[in-house]
């Protein structure tokens, strides 16, 4: 049951620069996306999200993008910093059942 | 505000033994999820409560696992007989309305030998 997709299990990159995390989702009810934050040893924490009628959402140094056309998603993390290092999921949920799923997440390290 | 509580941490059982799980949701949440995550996977979801009622089990091994909402709060998930693939990360979560985030618990890490 892939409907939601993270195709890159790691990402690297230089502290202070950009991180771009993609999701992409094939389920066209799904309306609502969330990207999550998690830890080792802990639950994931929610991030951002957006719903549908938008194609972007900010939230200081996060950014979502949302292309409906292209079932994708993007997270946009300016500056990165050392302490974003972490499992980052991507997740989508339909409003006429609320039933949430997630990718398979992408592991971000941010190197000092 | 109380996060979502979950109990045990931790477990380890034998194979063909039983075990439950319990979920403590934040108050006034409507809606209840278990996910399994298996090492190096996303969380899958089991089953999602709303209310006391089930919205979607399709994903849930029903010969083995099975789930309730007492009066539309608390919630438990059972495995018996446990197998050797049902080591994971059992976690709860829970929203308050629909197209909400949901708040997620600490887990429950099942060891299955």
């Known amino acids: 049951d892939q409907q939601v997709k993270q195709n890159s299990p790691s990402l690297s990159v230089q502290e202070g620069r950009i991180s771009i995390l993609n999701c992409d989702y094939t389920?066209?009810?799904?309306?609502?996306f969330l990207w999550y934050k998690k830890y080792p040893a802990e639950g994931p924490t929610f991030l951002i999200s957006?719903?549908?009628?938008?194609d972007k959402n900010e939230d200081g140094r996060f950014t979502v993008f949302l292309n409906k056309s292209a079932k994708h998603l993007s997270l946009h993390i300016v500056p990165s910093q050392p302490g974003d290092s972490a499992v980052y999921f991507c997740?989508?949920?339909?409003?006429?059942?609320?039933?949430?799923?997630f990718g398979a997440g992408t592991r971000l390290t941010v190197k000092p | 505000e109380a996060g979502v509580a979950q109990s045990p941490r931790y477990k380890i059982i034998e194979k063909r033994q039983s075990v439950a799980f319990w979920c403590n949701p934040i108050s006034g949440h409507a809606t209840l999820y278990w996910y399994q995550q298996i090492l190096g996977q996303g969380p899958k979801l089991l089953i999602q409560?709303?209310?006391?009622?089930?919205?979607?089990d399709s994903q849930l091994p029903k010969d083995r696992f099975s789930a309730e909402r007492l009066k539309g709060v608390d919630s438990t998930l059972k495995i018996q007989p446990a197998k050797l693939e049902d080591s994971a990360v059992y976690l709860c979560?829970?929203?308050?309305?629909?197209?909400?985030?949901?708040?997620f618990g600490q887990g429950t890490r099942l060891t299955v030998v």
């Open positions: 389920n066209s009810m799904f309306d609502y």
């Open positions: 979560a829970s929203s308050h309305t629909v197209n909400t985030e949901a708040f």
């Open positions: 409560f709303q209310n006391n009622g089930v919205v979607d």
């Open positions: 957006i719903s549908s009628i938008k």
């Open positions: 997740a989508a949920s339909a409003r006429y059942n609320n039933d949430m799923r």
